[in-house]
């Protein structure tokens, strides 16, 4: 993986984020859903929401502003792209990912830190589930660019 870029296709606990799968192609992301939520490392993420139609990603738990984005609207939103080299079962990859900064969709929903501790955010994390039950945790200072020099992307297409 380059340095600049970290390239996560499905996201996002404290903040809770859900993602999206691959469309038939394997080009881009299908209508497939998505759910992310913020909370302070001590609180669990809620569970009750609705079902998310394909296509969804949702932000939620300790957020000012909890909302459903749908693919098209992300495809909407300024994108970067990230160059990525990993290992899988398949052997070397390389790919370029295109989408939203992880951060910019998760401030819109305002995310609420305990401001009564010193770098309160620190204390937050988004944890993301993504189509196939995929998984990923992310501290918030990785994707706050005020604490971290690298993006994360919610990606909407590969290659």
């Known amino acids: 993986m380059n340095r600049g870029a970290a390239v996560a296709v499905f996201a996002a606990g404290g903040l809770l ?3 999206c799968g691959q469309s038939d192609d394997g080009k881009g992301y ?3 859903a998505a759910t992310a939520s913020t909370a302070p490392s ?3 993420p809620a569970t009750s929401a609705a079902p998310l139609k394909p296509g969804e990603v949702r932000v ?3 957020v000012g502003k ?3 984005v749908t693919l ?3 495809r909407k939103l300024p994108q970067t792209s990230a160059a990525v080299k990993f290992t899988s079962a398949k052997g070397e990859q390389e790919h370029t ?4 900064l992880l951060n910019d969709v998760l401030k819109t929903a305002e995310p609420r830190f305990d401001q009564g501790k010193k770098n ?3 204390r937050g994390f988004v944890a993301a589930t993504g189509g196939g039950d995929y998984r990923a945790v992310f501290a918030w200072a990785e994707i706050d660019p005020a604490f971290a020099k690298s993006q994360v992307l919610l990606a909407v297409s590969e290659d």
């Not at 990912?97 to 939203?100: A, I, K, S």
């Open 42 to 44: 001590t609180s669990a």
């Open 60 to 62: 939620a738990g300790e």
């Open 97 to 100: 990912y295109q989408g939203v």
């Open 17 to 19: 984020l859900a993602g």
């Open 66 to 68: 909890p909302y459903t």
């Open 30 to 32: 299908q209508e497939g």
């Open 120 to 122: 309160g955010q620190l």
């Open 72 to 74: 098209a609207e992300l």
